[in-house]
T-cell receptor, first 113, second 119 residues
Framework: GESVGLHLPTLSVQEGDNSIINCAYS??????FIWYKQESGKGPQFIID?????DKRQGQRVTVLLNKTVKHLSLQIAATQPGDSAVYFC????????????FGTGTRLKVLA | DTEVTQTPKHLVMGMTNKKSLKCEQH?????MYWYKQKAKKPPELMFV???????INESVPSRFSPECPNSSLLNLHLHALQPEDSALYLC??????????????????FGDGTRLSIL
């Protein structure tokens, strides 16, 4: 049988639809959060970040929402395109200035034509 | 193309070999990082350098030895590695920014990694 953790959670979305990728974090002292996109054979690519004094931040086709009450972060991608297919990681900084970033487990986004 | 360059892209080595991974950035970033990433897993932090000094070592075995010879270069020296050390090794860099005299975190820029295989 397969071991737990061998497969990434996968989100399948139709091209043109909106995608929502979720991330839970555990440390209430974390004050800076980043979303990365990692395509096959490449390193993580910065998408958008948010600090704990904000609850929403928008970029081009992407929005990050932060709910500190339930320690939850989400990434919304509008009008999902085939080029958005990748693994998405959230990362948290557990203490400002330590440069110690902890990555979440990741979600694979598959865009269906 | 990324602004953080890692060489080599692939490396196969035996358990008794000594090799080095190299990372270079010219963005003026003064924080540099080494991560290890296994298949289908998130990157795991190994080392952080801040202003060319080691500031974080995440209890990494001594068979991994980092070095930051100047503000643009970061090396990872490898010796007597084990098969379980096979992974993608990622280098990253970030700005150090001060806001109201406090250090403020900045996003990291990653290279595309070195795929390491230990025989």
């Amino acid at each position: 049988g397969e071991s737990v953790g061998l497969h990434l959670p996968t989100l399948s979305v139709q091209e043109g639809d909106n995608s929502i990728i979720n991330c839970a974090y555990s440390n209430s002292a974390s004050d800076y959060f980043i979303w990365y996109k990692q395509e096959s054979g490449k390193g993580p690519q910065f998408i958008i970040d948010i600090r704990s004094n904000m609850d929403k931040r928008q970029g081009q086709r992407v929005t990050v929402l932060l709910n500190k009450t339930v320690k939850h972060l989400s990434l919304q991608i509008a009008a999902t395109q085939p080029g958005d297919s990748a693994v998405y990681f959230c990362a948290e900084s557990r203490r400002t200035g330590t440069y110690k970033y902890i990555f979440g487990t990741g979600t694979r986004l598959k865009v269906l034509a | 193309d990324t602004e953080v360059t890692q060489t080599p892209k692939h490396l196969v080595m035996g358990m008794t070999n000594k090799k080095s991974l190299k990372c270079e950035q010219h963005m003026g970033h003064r924080a540099m990082y080494w991560y290890k990433q296994k298949a289908k897993k998130p990157p795991e932090l190994m080392f952080v350098y801040s202003y060319e000094k080691l500031s974080i070592n995440e209890s990494v075995p001594s068979r991994f030895s980092p070095e930051c010879p100047n503000s643009s270069l970061l090396n990872l020296h490898l010796h007597a590695l084990q098969p379980e050390d096979s992974a993608l090794y990622l280098c990253a860099s970030s700005h150090r920014k001060l806001k109201d005299q406090e250090s403020q975190d900045q996003p990291q820029h990653f290279g595309d990694g070195t795929r390491l295989s230990i025989l």
